[in-house]
Every structure is written in structure tokens, then in C-alpha cells.
């Protein structure tokens, strides 16, 4: 079977599915939380049990991509194909019962980011983006879909601008966050993977982040770049193995911030 949209999609779509009934299960009941560090960073039995759910899907449907998730052991694999999954992107959102944690399942090649997924199981929404030839960009709920476009916004004054942490990363990746937002019209906090989701949809023009996993942005990066906007790390380079990100409606918005960010 060639490796088109028709061949993945399927699979990436099995993924959020499954995904979206093992973390409803859980979301808004008493949870036990463990954290993975030092720093308070939060992990429930949703989060391991819904990847466990995807990776049985792949174990099916594809056992020989590679797949790279965030609660177990990455898997080699032989097609030079890699699956991307975050269970839940933004677990401390999820226990604290707020709606804009979400399920990133993304697709990978040598090149890049090829199809994302940011699934948010309660309020049904799925944001779909995929760079296979043209690409594809939608949101989906219940029977519901409409293409996804970025905004056409050029001007800093006229942005909302979005990051999960008020503090960014260091104290000079939030310095640096906060002379960008200082030229922008709003700024809002706290979204983690659904802000990408908003840009994809035309409703925000920039996400700025730090301190990055290659899980926490592959999906959301497929995603914006289909969706018509662009993503890359602080310095203009490839922003999908981590670190930081600046995901932008427009070139003349990601110049603009760009500077600022290395002001």
C-alpha cells in the first residue's frame, strides 16, 4: 500500500478515537497524581492508559513505523515512518477539570511533520491538518466540519498572542516572551496544545512556547503549517524535535516577533 493521506488517516484518526474514550473516562473524577519530576509535573493513569491504548492500535495497523510517545519507551520501527503521541497535552489542565487539554497524535517522516492531530475529547472538537501533496486542513464535531485557515494579520498591534506558562521557560525565554506580547494586542495564558488549535482555526495569530518536547509540538506544528501558517524555533530553524517555538499566522507576524525575540 503506498504511503498516501488515504493510507494514514485511517490510523491517525483509530488513534484519537481511542484516545478520547480511555481520557473521558477520567477527566473531572478523583484521579491519584503522580509527578515524573523534581519540578511538579503531573501524570495520571489517563495519560499512560490512553497512550497504551494507542500504541495497541499501531500494534495492528502499522507494527512497523516507529513510534515516539511521551509515557513509554520509544519503539523502532522500519519505514522511516515515526507516530508522535502526546495522551494528554496539558495534563495539569486536565486535573484541574479546565477544557483545553488535548490528545496530539502526529506523523513523521526524515523531512518533517506530515499530519497532525489536536483531538479535545469533551468538548468534542477535533483539529485535523495533514501535508500530503495539497494540504488538508479541518475541524470536526459530531457531524459538523469546516476547513481551517490562518488569519491574515501583519501587524503586532493587532495580534492575540498565546503561551501556556506566564513565566515561557528561563527567566530570559520569558523576558524575551514578554517583549513580543508588549506590542501585541491580548495576551492569554494556559491553552497548552488547544492555542495551536485556535491559530490553525483563524481565531489567534501567534503561540509562542519554551521548553518544548518533540511530543508537545510535532502535532501542533503538522497541524498550523496546513492549516497555511508557520512554525519554527526562536531562531528561524526546525522547531520539531523541541526546545522552543514560534508558531505564526503570517510571515510579516513571524519576522515581526522574531526580532523581538532576540531583541
Not at 50 to 78: K, N, Q, S, W, Y
Not at 152 to 177: C, K, R
Not at 195 to 205: C, K, R, S, T
Request: aromatic content about 8%; some cysteine.
Amino acid at each position: 500500500m503506498a504511503d498516501d493521506l488515504e493510507t494514514f488517516a485511517p490510523v491517525a484518526e483509530a488513534l484519537a478515537d481511542a484516545a478520547r474514550v480511555v481520557t473521558l473516562e477520567h477527566f473531572r473524577t478523583p484521579l491519584a497524581v503522580a509527578s515524573k519530576g523534581d519540578h511538579f509535573d503531573p501524570v495520571t493513569v489517563a495519560d499512560r492508559a490512553a497512550e497504551a491504548a494507542m500504541r495497541d492500535i499501531l500494534a495492528r495497523m502499522r507494527p512497523d513505523d516507529a513510534i515516539l510517545g511521551e509515557e513509554a519507551a520509544a519503539t523502532p520501527g522500519t519505514t522511516g515512518w515515526t507516530w508522535v503521541l502526546d495522551p494528554i497535552d496539558g495534563t495539569r489542565g486536565f486535573i484541574s477539570g479546565t477544557p483545553t487539554w488535548g490528545v496530539l497524535v502526529g506523523l513523521r517522516d526524515t523531512d518533517g511533520p506530515r499530519l497532525g492531530i489536536v483531538d479535545q475529547p469533551f468538548t468534542g472538537e477535533r483539529f485535523y491538518g495533514a501535508s500530503f501533496g495539497p494540504s488538508v486542513a479541518h475541524w470536526t464535531r459530531g457531524d459538523e466540519r469546516r476547513n481551517l485557515r490562518v488569519r491574515t494579520t501583519t501587524d503586532l498591534a493587532d495580534a492575540t498572542i498565546l503561551t501556556t506558562f506566564p513565566e515561557v521557560g528561563t527567566a530570559a525565554e520569558g523576558e524575551a516572551f514578554a517583549r513580543v506580547a508588549r506590542h501585541c494586542r491580548l495576551t492569554r495564558y494556559g491553552m497548552d496544545c488547544y492555542g495551536y488549535a485556535l491559530l490553525a482555526a483563524g481565531h489567534v495569530d501567534l503561540v509562542i512556547e519554551a521548553g518544548l518536547q518533540v511530543y508537545d509540538i510535532l502535532a501542533p506544528m503538522a497541524l498550523v503549517q496546513a492549516a497555511g501558517g508557520i512554525v519554527t524555533d526562536w531562531q528561524g530553524g526546525p522547531a520539531q524535535d523541541g526546545g522552543t517555538a514560534i508558531a505564526a499566522a503570517t510571515p510579516a507576524l513571524h519576522a515581526a516577533a522574531l526580532d523581538l525575540l532576540n531583541g
